[in-house]
Nanobody
Framework: QVQLVESGGGLVQPGGSLRLSCAAS????????MDWYRQAPGKQRELVAG???????HYTDSVKGRFTISRDNAKKTVYLQMNSLRPEDTAVYYC?????????????????WGQGTQDTVSS
């Protein structure tokens, strides 16, 4: 069973920084995309930053220049460095990974979600 475990969230003042980590564990053959999403109260979940196994990255416009996604493929871990945080960045942040693994006897690509970590930006 594949699991994604996130860490690193918390409370920070505007202008501050946080670094999130998401580690994949379990039996798997490959990981392609590893992404970060967020969901603020009363809003839909949105893609914040994404990465591929080949090293490509992309960001939503509101975080460009402030957030950086990176990954360590050997450790099956993706990171999100968040700088110059704003109150509007307050949300639950979720990790998502597209994993090639056995699922009930079938080898296939499946999306997995982490449990979410609360990040609050407030003075």
């Amino acid at each position: 069973q594949v699991q994604l475990v996130e860490s690193g969230g918390g409370l920070v003042q505007p202008g501050g920084s946080l670094r999130l980590s998401c580690a994949a564990s379990g039996s798997m053959l490959s990981i392609n995309a590893m992404d970060w999403y967020r969901q603020a109260p009363g809003k839909q979940r949105e893609l914040v930053a994404g990465s591929t196994s080949g090293g490509s990255t992309h960001y939503t416009d509101s975080v460009k220049g402030r957030f950086t996604i990176s990954r360590d493929n050997a450790k099956k871990t993706v990171y999100l460095q968040m700088n110059s945080l704003r109150p509007e960045d307050t949300a639950v942040y979720y990790c998502n990974a597209n994993v090639f693994a056995w699922v009930r006897g079938t080898l296939k690509w499946t999306n997995y979600w982490g449990q979410g970590t609360q990040d609050t930006v407030s003075s």
